[in-house]
């Protein structure tokens, strides 16, 4: 295992999200929801106050919609989703956050601002700033080489 500036970009993103996880867990487990996993937290979130279809929440979770089924199963039997028929539609079945999802979703939530905010506070704003802008562009963009996509901001040879 490499250490700081041998290590590859898989080793520490690894590392980075195995700590960014315990630190979820620790704070989470402040509001007693610390048995939820961090995928639980952040699919609870994405689930809006009227509902949403499950393929969907799927597709904001970058999920496909059998995985996302299952996924909102399990939520359900935990008692943080329910499924209820959509009044435009009745074909149509929508995930509705529970009173103790709604809950569990804030503490999520809350956490992660929180665990934001102690990151910025470690690393300084700038840094902070340009690591979260540089992961947002690449999640965005999808860069990669099985895409065929440059991961550069503009997309260019990267030599600016």
Do not use: Y
Not at 109 to 114: K, T, Y
Not at 135 to 152: C, F, W
């Amino acid at each position: 295992m490499g250490t700081g500036g041998d290590a590859h970009v898989f080793e520490l993103l690894d590392r980075t999200l195995r700590i960014l996880r315990d630190d979820m867990l620790a704070r989470t487990a402040e509001a007693d929801w610390a048995w939820l996993r961090s995928s639980q937290h952040r699919v609870l979130s994405m689930v809006p106050t009227g509902g949403i279809r499950v393929g969907d929440l799927a597709t904001v979770a970058g999920m496909t919609p059998q995985s996302m089924g299952e996924f909102a199963r399990e939520l359900e039997r935990q008692g943080l989703l329910r499924t209820e028929r959509d009044e435009a539609d009745r074909r149509v079945r929508l995930l509705v956050l529970t009173d103790a999802g709604a809950a569990a979703a804030a503490a999520g939530d809350r956490a992660v601002r929180a665990m934001e905010q102690a990151w910025r506070d470690r690393l300084g704003a700038a840094r902070w700033d340009v690591m979260r802008g540089v992961l947002a562009d690449l999640a965005a963009s999808g860069a990669g080489s099985e895409q065929g996509g440059d991961p550069s901001p503009a997309g260019g040879s990267g030599a600016h």
